[in-house]
């Protein structure tokens, strides 16, 4: 009877061994692939990123959040998306304020029609009410690239930035700027004006904020600005804004909201 040593062959083994380390190689490139099939298609990935900082008091955030909710609440709107190629959209809707301060309120949604539109809605009126410092739109654009592609894939991805000033925290706006665009990502803008603005921001020689958000902050295939004439007009500005992104058509680059 011939017994086995240590250097005698074992092919069985050996099969066994290149069998497993196959499959053990081959297994990461299988579960990417199986996550890429997952992603459903949609026509837009949108996100929501809502100012939160120290210069949007309380009643000003309360608009906000009411003008969000009642926008997707708006059947124009839920007509619009069902109107698109695929007849659906993804959102989700974060607030923003420090470089380091970015909540997701309502995580990324489908929406198709008008139950799943008024999901969202009831998601927004339900999330928490915070305010915090500092106005980084750097850090918000840099936090919203990282929510892309986790479970939808839209033919566009789009970033909604509401705001009510310019960057003062984190690093420059132009590099994050920069980082998103060669991503393919579209920024678009939705700037409130202050009817009453502070002394110190007049002294501070700062230029319109619409302005800014038009130079500094929207970019990419069709960027554009809608201007909210005050916290009054912003869901007017929401409605139209959202209803813009899911088309396709071009649009003035600049377009304004009142009350």
């Given amino acids: ?10 092919p069985e083994f050996s099969l066994s061994r290149r069998s497993l380390l196959s499959a053990t190689l081959a297994a990461p490139a299988l579960l990417r692939s199986r996550a890429a099939l997952a992603h459903e298609p949609v026509d837009v990935e949108l996100v929501l990123a809502v100012d939160v900082s120290r210069s949007v008091d309380a009643v000003e955030q309360a608009l906000q959040f009411a ?3 009642a926008a997707f609440r708006d059947a124009r709107l839920a007509e619009g998306i069902s109107g698109g190629p695929l ?12 470089w380091d301060i970015q909540n997701l309120l309502v995580p990324w949604t489908k929406v198709d029609g008008p139950a799943t539109a008024a999901d969202f809605a009831a998601a927004v009126d339900a999330a928490p009410r915070e305010t915090y410092l500092y106005t980084s739109i750097s850090g918000a654009i840099d936090y919203a690239g990282r929510l892309f592609g986790q479970r939808y894939e839209g033919t566009r991805q789009v970033v909604d930035i509401s705001g009510d000033g310019v960057n003062n925290s984190g690093r420059p706006l132009a590099e994050s700027r920069a980082a998103a665009l060669d991503r393919g990502i579209i920024l678009n803008g939705l700037a409130v004006l202050d009817r009453d603005p502070s002394p110190a921001a007049a002294l501070a020689g700062l230029p319109p904020l619409d302005d800014y958000y038009r130079d500094e902050v929207i970019g990419g295939p069709g960027a554009f600005l809608m201007v909210a004439e005050g916290f009054e007009a912003f869901e007017t500005a929401v409605r139209r804004k959202i209803i813009r992104e899911i088309a396709t058509g071009p649009g003035p680059v600049v377009e304004r909201a009142y009350a």
């Fill in 87 to 98: 007849g659906a959209i993804a959102v989700c809707l974060f607030t923003w304020s420090d």
């Fill in 67 to 69: 003008g969000y909710a």
């Fill in 1 to 10: 009877m011939r017994m086995w040593s240590p250097r005698s062959p074992a």
